[in-house]
């Protein structure tokens, strides 16, 4: 009779195991959804709209890059930033995470690769 009770608790425990590691396993983790320091999606501030104060709040960016960046808008992409030499690169790492930049209604998006060339025929 003590052997039976043993091998009851044991397949209980093994049972137990097996639903905990399964929960475990279905259950993402909270670290790896996101990265460290990434701000979420919604809080992401749109350099095509924000206004001067809401750009301001960024680490780096004062009154002067603000009015800056107003003023060279639109971007297709956050890289512009860099690109015309509005901020230096290191600001703008630390800053590509809590920055989007949402296409402006009417303009065709940006493509994600380029169109292959096509050679030129020779007449």
Known sequence: MY?????????MLKYVACIVLAALAVVPCASAQTRPGAAPAANLIDLNSASRDDLMTLDGIGEVRADAIIRARPFRTKGE???????????YDKLTD????RPIPGTAPVPTTRPPS?????S
Do not use: D, G, H, M
Request: proline share 7%; no cysteine; aromatic share 6%.
């Open 118 to 122: 096509v050679p030129q025929r020779k």
């Open 81 to 91: 930033l860099v690109e015309r030499r509005l901020i230096p690169e290191a600001l």
């Open 3 to 11: 052997f039976s009770i043993y091998l009851r608790k044991n397949q």
């Open 98 to 101: 809590k920055v989007t930049v």
